[in-house]
């Protein structure tokens, strides 16, 4: 599995492999330029403008210049002084091999557009920028961003490699090549959208700390044991959709919806559930609902919220299009089953946060404005450090925390996992609800709440990637992920996908 690490590891993980695997610096700036190289050659770009930092970032600049060179390549360096021996090594080589080729910047002399090049390199700013950046280097990053075509050297400049904050500006690259591994910053906030397509190098650094793993359908597969013949509905589990309020109808058919999968708004919660496996759905609503339920809800047994008492359940998603009910969230905290809480189950929870202690094990499903209600920390706390504060807060409250962004964050305080799939698409009220469901499906089946969570959010994100392919991201419905979303999953797990 694919894994991504923060700025501080990196550079523990570089400085190490110089002093004890017998590669120098020198060498890992050859070996990251030519991976780079080769994306160059492979294509048709003949007429080439590389922007080099100060930095070894910088250094990888350089050594690619010489590659593309001494190939014949009409190539323009656009770069400032090093400051590290290893990058001073190729910078001079440039300078005495191809004085002409080489022009210093300072404050945007001799580089105020890119767009006569088939292809700018931006090897300006690497990993391990902090804080906004200086009135010179936006500059810099502005004229960069000129360019036609442009592939970023590990990340783009201008991106926090933990955080993917842009400060304020980053490169917009039409490609990336990450060296050795994957940074959070290539997928968290701005990331995605500055990143382009994303290619990982592998240059031989021995890679140290935390790994943040990144899900994908090898994940999937090992987590869907193989079915036996002799079995029956009740080996699958009973999961119950606690939703809805007199505003707020859709939330409990689409949770349903996601455990099994229909075409209608409150039931699509639980039908997801069932779509990923469970055995039966229970979908529990507002007593003064259930007429208007009845004909709607076609795969789920459907009762009250007074109800929820008087069934044995192996799971249970709360909080959808709930409103402030204090008394269903009591009856459920104190239900013996594994539980999802999202939506309006987080904002009752965060007004009775003593009530976690009953939530452990469980599943708490935050977007950032939830998160901050929980934590008590502002938004831009926890944009500033999104990891280890989800970490902290899983680790403490001895729960499964899956943080939703343009990324997910899912850990239960010793793992942490990041997917990645997913769009924009995802971005309309009821996403989360399809989600919820499921989890909720995944947790009925005896799957751990840490995996659950993980490949709830990744084959959601797939399917939505599915339907925009089909339609566009403006036209999706969460519905839509909910009717498709056990499609995905068997596409998944026959490896046809």
Not at 234 to 244: F, K, L, M, S, T
Not at 314 to 320: E, K, L, P, T, V
Request: net charge negative; glycine share 8%.
């Amino acid at each position: 599995m694919d894994f991504a690490i923060s700025s501080e590891s990196m550079r523990l993980s570089d400085e190490y492999t110089i002093k004890n695997c017998g590669v120098s610096a020198i060498q890992l700036m050859d070996r990251a330029a030519n991976a780079i190289f080769n994306e160059i050659e492979s294509g048709e770009y003949r007429k080439i403008a590389i922007v080099c930092g100060s930095g070894n970032n910088g250094g990888d600049g350089y050594c690619l210049a010489l590659k593309l060179l001494d190939k014949g390549y009409n190539v323009a360096v656009f770069g400032k002084t090093p400051k590290t021996d290893s990058a001073r090594y190729y910078f001079d080589i440039l300078i005495n091999k191809y004085p002409f080729d080489f022009k210093e910047i300072s404050k945007l002399t001799n580089i105020t557009n890119l767009s006569r090049y088939h292809i700018v390199v931006d090897c300006l700013l690497g990993n391990g920028i902090k804080g906004n950046l200086t009135d010179e280097y936006i500059g810099y990053i502005n004229v960069i961003n000129t360019g036609k075509y442009i592939i970023s050297c590990d990340i783009s400049s201008g991106l926090n490699s933990d955080t993917g904050v842009k400060s304020p500006v980053s490169v917009k690259a039409n490609k990336t090549i990450a060296i050795q591994c994957y940074k959070p910053g290539h997928f968290l906030q701005d990331g995605k959208d500055h990143t382009g397509e994303l290619k990982v190098c592998d240059i031989g650094i021995e890679v140290l700390g935390e790994k943040y793993y990144i899900c994908d359908n090898e994940f999937v597969k090992k987590i869907f044991l193989p079915r036996l013949h002799n079995s029956h509905k009740g080996d699958y589990g009973r999961c119950g959709i606690v939703a809805c309020s007199k505003h707020y109808v859709g939330a409990g058919i689409l949770s349903y919806d996601s455990s099994y999968s229909v075409a209608s708004s409150c039931e699509k919660m639980g039908t997801s559930s069932l779509s990923v496996g469970c055995g039966y759905s229970y979908l529990f609503v507002p007593e003064m609902m259930l007429p208007y339920m009845w004909s709607r809800v076609t795969h789920s047994c459907l009762y009250s919220h007074k109800d929820l008492k008087n069934h044995k359940l192996d799971s249970i998603a709360f909080g959808m299009g709930i409103e402030d009910n204090n008394e269903v969230f009591d009856i459920v905290c104190d239900l013996p089953c594994k539980k999802v809480i999202d939506a309006d189950g987080l904002n009752i929870l965060s007004k009775n946060f003593d009530k976690i202690d009953k939530l452990k094990n469980c599943v708490l499903t935050p977007h950032l404005m939830e998160f901050s209600r929980l934590t008590g920390l502002s938004l831009q706390e926890i944009i500033d450090n999104p990891i280890e504060i989800a970490e902290y807060f899983a680790n403490k409250y001895q729960v499964v925390l899956l943080l939703k962004g343009p990324t997910t964050i899912i850990t239960d305080g010793d793992k942490i996992y990041l997917s990645t799939s997913g769009n924009s698409a995802l971005a309309k009220g009821g996403s989360g609800d399809v989600l919820s469901g499921v989890i909720a499906g995944l947790l009925a089946q005896k799957i751990p709440p840490l995996e659950s969570a993980v490949v709830a959010a990744y084959i959601c994100g797939k399917t939505a990637e599915f339907e925009s392919e089909a339609f566009c991201k403006q036209s999706v419905l969460p519905n839509m992920i909910a009717n498709d979303v056990g499609f995905i999953l068997s596409k998944i797990l026959k490896d046809q996908f």
